[in-house]
């Protein structure tokens, strides 16, 4: 069982202060081990603290990033998962499932995590999976209205993955769940 | 005979209670005078007091009795105490005069032998606050006061105080706080002074049932003239010193009156008065006692807005230099962060940024560049979260908090912009949500000082002008297209276009950086394609633009991809006559084209054709369109298109590149399964060959 974060789209300090509360109590140090960050954290406070939760830290780099050194797409395995990462703002029109489904034929990879839109979304389609975690502050964003703050956990398991999102809805954290399989391990034919 | 063996003789007399202890204790006292040496003296009468202790006719103590009360005990340590402490002044003047500092510290070391004596009185159970109060306090401070020495009644004031229940200080305040005055000057009365409040504050913050008594003997009123007397009776005294004082009878009167902030003000207020015609204060020690002055208020009501109901407390701020205003304005908004406090009228916003104003703007006296970046980075990016802080749900106050904040910003200066003007952004933005949602359309008749979003983009669009000439024209562009898109949800499209203007010209003349350059395509193309407020000819002008830029970037892989991201411009999904499939296709073409120029140049720079990487991207648009039923994008080019990449993989001069050869596995895998999925979708796919 591999637990890994993902979130993005913060927006410290231009659209938000910080973390909401109770997403903070939630995520501790230890716990998790990897991270993938859709970036628009924005500043070196965000990164540092994403750090100690869990120093196996990706991040893409989103327009308003301060650090211009992340990369604009990055790729992973972990487990029989290959994963894809990507701020998405590169990927025109934005948040529209078959160009995102493009990148991830490109990329080559199982699950495609991109941001930018701040909207939660989950896809299952021929390729895999393509999850946007949304924003984990509630940011403003000019796609979506009323953003609720989000996040996502995957439980990577084997052929499995286990797709949690926590939602804060009214000062509530609402938690749901999905599940892909993989059909096999090797998926990568001709 | 040693004097020693005296005592233990007289000691165990007195227990064998032939005799009444207090005759006994007289004489002891009486045998030790002859003891003249100071420090025998002094080592003598600790004895005497040890070996006492548990022999003093008590109440309830077996050598209580007719002839021995209370009284003969309380005498006896007087009469002790008032010994040991003359014998231990008297050690002051014995010897050279350049011997003095060694001397003092001799002293030091015994100090404790005498003040043993107040904290015996202390243990008597029969010193009740009546006797107290008649008998031990005179008698103490009267010996305290009349030896006239500094060393001696620095000690033992406080002594008084460390030793003696609180209870019993504040019946006595009167007479404690009379005293000071007749204290040799030289005594660092202001110590003492700040231990007595420091324990009384203790005192009140121990139990509510205490405060009624703090009340009732008007501690308050008491204390504060003498912090004034003392401090005019000492008109060199360190700032630093003036300040404590003053920050020990706040704290005081915090835990003691937490409910009458006119009397915290009136604490504030007389420090404002010693401090006035000093200037800005700059001693070290002095500035970090005013910051923890003006904290207290704010540990305590968790709430800055409390705070600042305080008339002297910005008067306070006004004494500090720079680098402390500093100090003290990340206090204030770390205050604010934590509690979550919201500010929610302009009027409190004004008072608050001028409070912090050394974080906002630059002082005349402080050169700018004398900061360390980070820290620079830091203190900015927490005003931009204190702005994020201010906030009411009423339109019209939340448009005047805007308007404040900004004003403040604006003096900040090219370096600080950058980082105040986003979040000032933002919130305006959002406000223009809130408005949309309350269904404000542009009224053309509309009562034009109401706030609106159209007056809203006003005043974004002077504001975003000011990062412009500023180092942060990326910034800038970003923001302007954030403002087109919501310009274009309020359906003004005269507000939108001119924010796309500006983003171009900031294109145009100041986004030079290759890599700049196409975050900012990808972000002109994308807002471009979410817009449909325009009208064909703005829609137009635009759109050619945006082409035209990305044809003509550097790098011939980005002019590529920015010229197929163009495509998308032409067919909007929920728009049937904004779906020219003429027009996607030709931009697919010319995306071709670029990717033919980009081997070619390859094959003429490296002898290699390079990777067909773009091809395959290509490919893949034309699928995308193919399935969304463009019309132009046949079966027979998508054919040859996937023809032309096989002969391009497999010729000679090709360079091998796994990951273009996975991409085109997952394409020919995705046709695959389109072809199977059966229905309209596997028809269309039906022909196309693998």
């Known amino acids: ?190 | 005979m040693p004097a020693t063996f005296c005592l233990d003789l007289g000691s165990v007399y007195i227990k064998s209670k032939e005799a009444p202890a207090k005759d006994v204790l007289k004489d002891l006292v009486e045998m030790c005078r002859g003891i003249q040496n100071p420090v025998r003296g002094l080592f003598l009468r600790s004895y005497l007091s040890q070996v006492s202790k548990d022999k003093l006719p008590d109440i309830g103590s077996e050598y209580e009795g007719d002839a021995d009360t209370v009284s003969d005990a309380v005498e006896f340590v007087l009469q002790n105490f008032t010994e040991m402490n003359k014998l231990w002044v008297r050690m002051q003047h014995q010897g050279p005069s350049r011997e003095k500092e060694k001397r003092e510290k001799e002293r030091s070391e015994l100090r404790d032998l005498v003040g043993k004596n107040l904290h015996v009185l202390s243990q008597i159970e029969g010193v009740d606050l009546d006797m107290y109060k008649d008998v031990v306090l005179p008698r103490v401070l009267e010996q305290v006061v009349n030896c006239k020495d500094e060393l001696a009644q620095f000690y033992l004031m406080d002594c008084i105080i460390q030793v003696f229940p609180d209870e019993y200080h504040l019946q006595t305040l009167d007479v404690l706080l009379g005293a000071y005055p007749q204290l040799q000057p030289s005594v660092d009365i202001k110590t003492v002074l700040s231990q007595l409040m420091e324990r009384l504050s203790n005192y009140a913050a121990s139990s509510a049932e205490v405060l009624p008594e703090f009340l009732q003997v008007e501690a308050f009123s008491k204390l504060s003239n003498a912090i004034g007397k003392v401090i005019e009776a000492q008109p060199d005294m360190a700032t630093a010193g003036v300040v404590t004082l003053y920050s020990s009878l706040l704290t005081f009167t915090l835990h003691v009156h937490p409910d009458r902030l006119d009397y915290a003000d009136q604490v504030l207020g007389a420090c404002v008065k010693n401090l006035s015609g000093k200037g800005k204060i700059e001693d070290k020690k002095a500035t970090k006692q005013i910051v923890a002055l003006l904290s207290a208020p704010l540990e305590k009501y968790n709430d800055i807005m409390t705070a600042l109901k305080l008339s002297n407390y910005p008067r306070v701020m006004e004494f500090l230099d720079i680098p402390t205003n500093k100090v003290m304005a990340t206090v204030i908004i770390q205050s604010i962060m934590k509690n979550a406090t919201r500010i929610s009228t302009s009027d409190k916003v004004e008072a608050l940024f001028e409070l912090i104003k050394g974080l906002i703007k630059d002082s005349d006296a402080t050169p700018n560049d004398e900061l360390d970046e980070d820290d620079f980075k830091e203190e900015q990016n927490s005003v931009a979260r204190l702005i994020q802080m201010l906030y009411n749900e009423d339109p019209e106050e939340m448009f005047k908090i805007i308007e404040t904040v900004r004003k403040h910003i604006l003096t900040g200066g090219p370096k600080r912009l950058p980082f105040t003007v986003p979040p000032l952004m933002f919130s305006s933005l959002k406000l223009v949500r809130q408005l949309q949602g309350q269904g404000q359309e542009e009224n053309p008749f509309g009562d034009d000082s109401a706030t609106s979003p159209k007056k809203i983009f006003q005043l974004l669009n002077q504001t975003i002008e000011t990062l412009s000439g500023v180092l942060a024209p990326e910034l800038a562009l970003q923001l302007c297209l954030q403002c087109a898109e919501a310009a274009n949800d309020c359906e003004l499209e005269p507000v939108a276009y001119e924010f796309f203007t500006q983003a171009y010209i900031l294109y145009e003349e100041e986004i030079s950086d290759s890599r700049a350059q196409v975050t900012a395509i990808h972000l002109i193309i994308g807002t471009l394609q979410r817009m449909h407020v325009f009208g064909v000819e703005n829609r137009d002008t635009l759109t050619h633009k945006a082409t035209g830029y990305s044809a003509k970037l550097l790098k011939k892989p980005d002019q590529c991809r920015a010229v197929y991201a163009c495509s998308h411009l032409f067919w909007v999904d929920d728009h049937d006559n904004m779906k020219d499939g003429e027009r996607v296709l030709l931009c697919l073409k010319r995306a071709l084209r670029i990717a033919n120029a980009a081997q070619q140049m390859a094959n003429a720079a490296r002898g290699n054709t390079g990777s067909v990487m773009l091809f395959i991207e290509i490919l893949n648009k034309y699928l995308y369109f193919f399935e969304k039923g463009n019309p132009q994008v046949t079966v027979a080019a998508i054919q040859g298109l996937i023809e032309l990449i096989m002969n391009e993989m497999q010729s000679d001069t090709a360079t091998s590149d796994p990951s273009a050869d996975a991409f085109l596995a997952t394409t020919m895998r995705y046709i695959q399964f389109q072809k199977q999925k059966g229905g309209t979708v596997g028809e269309k796919y039906e022909p196309i060959k693998v």
């Open chain 1, 1 to 190: 069982m591999v637990l890994v974060l993902a979130l993005g789209d913060l927006h410290v300090p231009h659209r938000a202060p910080d973390l909401p509360a109770k997403f903070k109590s939630m995520l501790v140090p230890g716990k998790i081990q990897h991270i993938i960050c859709t970036g628009n954290l924005c500043i070196k406070e965000v990164h540092d603290y994403l750090k100690t939760l869990c120093p196996d830290l990706h991040i893409a780099r989103g327009e308003y990033d301060e650090e211009t050194k992340y990369p604009e797409t990055k790729t992973l395995t972990i487990g029989q998962f290959k994963l894809g990462l990507c701020h998405g703002h590169q990927v025109i029109p934005w948040g529209d499932l078959d160009s995102l489904a493009m990148l991830q034929r490109q990329l080559d990879v199982d699950i495609l995590v991109t941001g930018h839109t701040h909207q939660f979304t989950a896809y299952k389609h021929e390729g895999g999976v393509v999850i946007n975690p949304g924003s984990a502050t509630g940011a403003y964003s000019s796609i979506t209205y009323d953003v609720n703050p989000s996040f996502v956990l995957m439980d990577i398991d084997g052929l499995r993955v286990v797709v949690y999102v926590y939602e804060l809805i009214d000062g509530e954290v609402k938690v749901d769940k999905i599940d892909f399989k993989k059909t096999s391990s090797n998926q990568s034919t001709q």
